[in-house]
Nanobody, 123 residues
């Protein structure tokens, strides 16, 4: 069982930055691939970024490539999402998730989800 708790969301102006954190419980954190997803009001949950257990393999959605950076610290059981050059269309609830099946962009392949953290980007 893995419990995930996101933090770091908030209100920021367009062009600004935020760093999201996702703290995981359990001693097996390093065995999971981790992902970030987001869901805006009235829209489906969409993939943002994913990282494998070692950090050696990373994939980003085209919409965030070059602006967002995913990373992890297995010693701290934490995965991060550094978000730069934020745009109003980045406004959403951001969720982290853990996958025992390896790195994937498919939400249904993730086994555990956090409760989400709100990110609001004003124009």
């Amino acid at each position: 069982q893995v419990q995930l708790v996101e933090s770091g969301g908030g209100l920021v102006q367009a062009g600004g930055s935020l760093r999201l954190s996702c703290a995981a419980s359990g001693r097996t954190f390093s065995s999971y691939a981790m992902g970030w997803f987001r869901q805006a009001p009235g829209k489906e949950r969409e993939f943002v970024a994913t990282i494998n257990w070692s950090g050696g393999s990373i994939t980003y959605a085209d919409s965030v490539k070059g602006r967002f950076t995913i990373s992890r610290d297995n010693a701290k059981n934490t995965v991060y999402l550094q978000m730069n050059s934020l745009k109003p269309e980045d406004t959403a609830v951001y969720y982290c998730a853990a996958s025992a099946r390896g790195i994937t962009i498919v939400p249904s392949w993730y086994d555990y989800w956090g409760q989400g953290t709100q990110v609001t980007v004003s124009s």
